[in-house]
C-alpha cells in the first residue's frame, strides 16, 4: 500500500512538473517520425517487465484494475527482439498503471531512452491512456532531452504480438514529434 500510494504521488508529480509545451507554432517545426518495437517481456528469467503493487480487493482481476508495473523494456527497429539484426535503439523505462476499473486501460508514463542509432543519448517522455485492446491507442508526447528537446507530438500504439499465456508483448510504436 505505502508503495501505491508513493507511485501515485511520484506520478502526481511528475504531471504538474510537465508542463503544456509553450504554443511556439509556426512554419519552423521539425517534424520527425519513429517508427519502433517495444518489448513487454513477462517470462523468462530476465523479465522487463514487473508488477510492484496491486489493489487489495479482488473483484477487479477483469482489469487489473490498480495494478503497478515497472518497465525497462527494449525498443528494437524491427519487432523480433530474438533476430540479431532487430537493431536495439533503446529502452523504454517508467510504469504503467491499470486505471480502467471495468475494462482494461492502462495509463502509460515512459521515457523512450536512445542508446543507439541516430538519436543515441536523447529521451522522448510519452503519458497517456492506452486501452490495450483497441487496434490504436494514441498517446501524447510530452516532452524530451537532448535532440528531442522542446518536443511535443503524440505517439500510436498497435499490438503487433501478445501471448495470453506468457503475458509477452510486442507493440508497434509510432512516434510523431515537433518540435
Ligand atoms: C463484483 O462487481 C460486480 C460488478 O461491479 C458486482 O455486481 C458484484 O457484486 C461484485 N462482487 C463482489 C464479490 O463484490
Ligand atoms: C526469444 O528467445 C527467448 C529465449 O531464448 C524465448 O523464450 C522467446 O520465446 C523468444 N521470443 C520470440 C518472439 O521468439
Ligand atoms: C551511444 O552513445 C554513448 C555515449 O556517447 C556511447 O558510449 C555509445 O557507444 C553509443 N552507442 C552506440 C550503439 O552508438
Known amino acids: 500500500m505505502a508503495a501505491a500510494s508513493m507511485f501515485l504521488l511520484v506520478l502526481a508529480s511528475a504531471a504538474t512538473v510537465v508542463a503544456p509545451a509553450s504554443a511556439a507554432g509556426g512554419d519552423n517545426d521539425k517534424e520527425t517520425h ?3 518495437y517495444w ?18 480487493v479482488t473483484n477487479t482481476s477483469k482489469s487489473f484494475f490498480g495494478a503497478v508495473m515497472v518497465i525497462d523494456d ?8 530474438n533476430s540479431s539484426s532487430s537493431g536495439l535503439l533503446g ?3 517508467g510504469t504503467y498503471i491499470s486505471a480502467g476499473k471495468d475494462e482494461l486501460s492502462l495509463l502509460m508514463n515512459m521515457n ?11 529521451s522522448v517522455a510519452i503519458m497517456g491512456r ?20 522542446m518536443a511535443r507530438g503524440y505517439a500510436q500504439a498497435r499490438t503487433h504480438t501478445f501471448d495470453l499465456k506468457t503475458g509477452d508483448a510486442t507493440v508497434e510504436y509510432n512516434l510523431f514529434i515537433r518540435q
Not at 39 to 56: I, K, L
Not at 74 to 81: K, N, V
Not at 112 to 122: D, T
Open 91 to 93: 529502452r523504454a523505462q
Open 34 to 36: 519513429i517508427k519502433l
Open 112 to 122: 523512450f531512452v536512445f542508446q543507439a542509432g541516430k538519436y543515441n543519448g536523447s
Open 130 to 149: 492506452n486501452a490495450v485492446f483497441d487496434a490504436v491507442r494514441e498517446m501524447a508526447v510530452v516532452g524530451g532531452t537532448g535532440v528531442f528537446r
Open 39 to 56: 518489448h513487454d517481456v513477462a517470462s523468462g528469467a530476465s523479465p522487463t517487465v514487473v508488477e510492484v503493487a496491486r489493489a487489495a
Open 74 to 81: 527494449p525498443l528494437s527497429e524491427g519487432p523480433d527482439l
